[in-house]
């Protein structure tokens, strides 16, 4: 039997328009040291914008998810329509703004903005098939946008309110029990799983932390997510 | 007394047109688990070209070095000509072509490439103050290049021939050693060491090897230099 095979789902390159780098990095990094296999899948589309990330303002240029996503993968990387769950055994969501912006409009829009329809029917079919979810930072609001309007009330979480965070995280946990979620709060220090819908989330940084306490905390998710594929 | 500091030079962000994504983002957390502080810095200036990483091929539009490197940076970053040499006790260069298109036209001219000044200069003044400079990957090549000219011959490494590679090692050694460095080949699982000049190479993705393998070896490279700040 060959090693398990992972789908990791980017949304761009670079925090503020598309999947954080170093959740990203460190999310190979941790599946390789795991034993697992794994390929890059990207939506083939515009991102939202595109952010100059030294100055935090847009810029009037456009670029394509999949196409800067490539630059994490090393080229190694496959448009998103491509993708067979039948290949695969877990699906993991990197962080970044990059998953509210070109997976859903939730960093415009909060819970009412739309989410694209391949990734909603990715994250949809992992979850039909009974394979493991693991979503980072603020992917899991990607999440709970996919399962909005079905049966599935999903435990998720992006941190916890006792900690400290530069973003509002009793915002997006609202929205995401506005949605049909049932998020909790989780520390940064560890994880949250569903049992049931077999979906971990971390928050990575969402919470104030250094790259050291990422590595640790995506490291941890990661090698518990590997047990139980 | 508080941890010594590293300077990090990137040079875009991605493997094909700047800095090589997963050792810069590995390298910065070496540097954070060695107990290390560090600060990123790149030159304020065009790329050579932006290539598209899905297909390799060149894209019809500018991005310039620091904006692009602020990516992996997560906007902490400054520009190249605001670095005191003082503030740092070590410069640490990560790969990917753009060590070779941006800081020196290596990838394009070979030796006879010229190296920016800035680059040049900032590597000359962390080795006439005494402090230690780690070259991953190809940026061995644009030490080679600010020492070009100089009494400085310093032992450098991109790798060997002995091991499998995707990259001409022999070529690129013989181009080092024709503009008077000492080059040597060393394996992907070890790294140079220049006691005389404070110089680690070690060759990282020169070589064949897989993200678990790059983070061991830049990890090594990392704890080795600390112990020498």
């Given at each position: 039997?060959?090693a398990?095979?992972v789908?990791?789902?980017?949304s761009?390159?670079?925090?503020y328009?598309g999947?954080e780098?170093?959740?990203?990095?460190?999310?190979l990094?941790?599946?390789?040291n795991a034993?697992?296999?794994?390929?890059?899948?990207?939506?083939d589309?515009?991102?939202?914008?595109v952010?100059?990330?030294?100055?935090?303002?847009?810029m009037e240029?456009t670029r394509?998810?999949?196409?800067e996503?490539?630059?994490?993968?090393?080229?190694?990387?496959?448009p998103?329509?491509?993708?067979?769950?039948?290949a695969?055994?877990?699906?993991?969501?990197p962080?970044?703004?990059?998953?509210a912006?070109?997976?859903t409009?939730?960093?415009f829009?909060?819970?009412?903005?739309?989410?694209?329809?391949?990734?909603?029917?990715?994250?949809?079919?992992f979850h039909?098939a009974?394979?493991?979810i693991?979503?980072?930072?603020m992917?899991?609001?990607t999440?709970?946008?996919?399962f909005?309007g079905?049966?599935?009330?999903a435990?998720?979480?992006?941190?916890t309110t006792e900690?400290?965070s530069?973003?509002?995280?009793?915002?997006?946990t609202d929205?995401?029990?506005?949605?049909?979620?049932?998020?909790?709060?989780?520390?940064?220090?560890d994880y949250s799983?569903?049992?049931?819908?077999?979906?971990f989330?971390s928050?990575?940084?969402?919470?104030?932390?250094?790259?050291a306490?990422?590595?640790a905390?995506?490291?941890?998710?990661?090698?518990?997510?590997?047990?139980k594929?």
């Amino acid at each position: 039997m060959g090693a398990k095979k992972v789908a990791v789902l980017l949304s761009g390159c670079g925090v503020y328009d598309g999947s954080e780098i170093h959740e990203s990095v460190l999310t190979l990094l941790s599946l390789a040291n795991a034993g697992l296999d794994y390929e890059c899948f990207a939506p083939d589309k515009d991102q939202h914008h595109v952010i100059n990330h030294r100055t935090g303002e847009p810029m009037e240029e456009t670029r394509n998810v999949l196409t800067e996503s490539a630059r994490i993968a090393r080229g190694e990387i496959k448009p998103l329509n491509e993708l067979s769950v039948e290949a695969f055994d877990a699906l993991v969501i990197p962080g970044g703004f990059g998953t509210a912006k070109n997976h859903t409009k939730w960093a415009f829009e909060g819970p009412a903005g739309a989410i694209d329809t391949e990734v909603r029917d990715a994250i949809r079919s992992f979850h039909a098939a009974g394979k493991v979810i693991t979503a980072f930072c603020m992917a899991p609001t990607t999440v709970a946008k996919a399962f909005e309007g079905t049966e599935v009330h999903a435990q998720l979480s992006v941190g916890t309110t006792e900690e400290s965070s530069p973003y509002e995280i009793e915002a997006i946990t609202d929205g995401m029990k506005s949605i049909g979620s049932i998020p909790n709060m989780v520390s940064k220090a560890d994880y949250s799983y569903d049992e049931e819908n077999r979906i971990f989330c971390s928050p990575c940084y969402m919470m104030d932390m250094g790259i050291a306490e990422l590595a640790a905390s995506i490291d941890r998710t990661i090698q518990v997510m590997a047990k139980k594929l």
